[in-house]
T-cell receptor, first 111, second 113 residues
């Protein structure tokens, strides 16, 4: 069964303390791995799509990487405004275009 | 700016009521989706549609139905609301034949009493 698992569930960082969020997936024929950011009371907002192992994408303090089994969202020198829940999702060839979401990692960055 | 609009931000209904959740997108997207989001369970797909008047069951369709009479509008219907349908409901849309870059609405927090 296709599955996406994120860890940790929650992460507390001090401002400037870099860290990584993990997204492990078991999906047949991965067609895309997606990262979204969700602020409290709002819908998820798209961050990145990664298509093949070895691919990397960056946006400000965020960098997403992909291997054949997992993806990482690296946060460099985070600021309090980076506090949010980060969701990853996988699109596999057997899912007719449906995304399988992980449960999310809630990040809190303290000043 | 692209937009997915859900008709209600908060909704309180009684057990057994018929509930309609409306979603409209202004991006001319072919694909529309309804998810529910519960603590510890993440986002789960209820129904989706790749074209007008088409619908496909997601992972948890029981107790729900959908309607897509126009391209821009996708409605989720709870035929007889139950307390276990209390949840955050999220509508999303995407364009093209390949699903990517979902645009989400702000969500409807539904409480069934």
């Amino acid at each position: 069964e296709d599955q996406v698992t994120q860890s940790p569930e929650a992460l507390r960082l001090q401002e400037g303390e870099s860290s990584s969020l993990n997204c492990s997936y078991t999906v047949s024929g991965l067609r895309g791995l997606f990262w979204y950011r969700q602020d409290p009371g709002k819908g998820p907002e798209f961050l990145f799509t990664l298509y093949s192992a070895g691919e990397e994408k960056e946006k400000e303090r965020l960098k997403a990487t992909l291997t054949k089994k997992e993806s990482f969202l690296h946060i460099t020198a985070p600021k309090p405004e980076d506090s949010a829940t980060y969701l990853c999702a996988a699109d596999g060839s057997g899912n007719t275009g449906k995304l399988i979401f992980g449960q999310g990692t809630t990040l809190q960055v303290k000043p | 700016d692209v937009k997915v609009t859900q008709s209600s931000r908060y909704l309180v209904k009684r057990t057994g009521e018929k509930v309609f959740l409306e979603c409209v997108q202004d991006m001319d997207h072919e694909n529309m989706f309804w998810y529910r989001q519960d603590p510890g369970l993440g986002l789960r797909l209820i129904y989706f549609s790749y074209d007008v008047k088409m619908k496909e069951k997601g992972d948890i369709p029981e107790g729900y139905s959908v309607s897509r009479e126009k391209k821009e509008r996708f409605s989720l219907i709870l035929e007889s609301a139950s307390t276990n349908q209390t949840s955050m409901y999220l509508c999303a849309s995407s364009g093209g034949g390949r699903q990517e870059k979902l645009f989400f609405g702000s969500g409807t927090q539904l409480s069934v009493l």
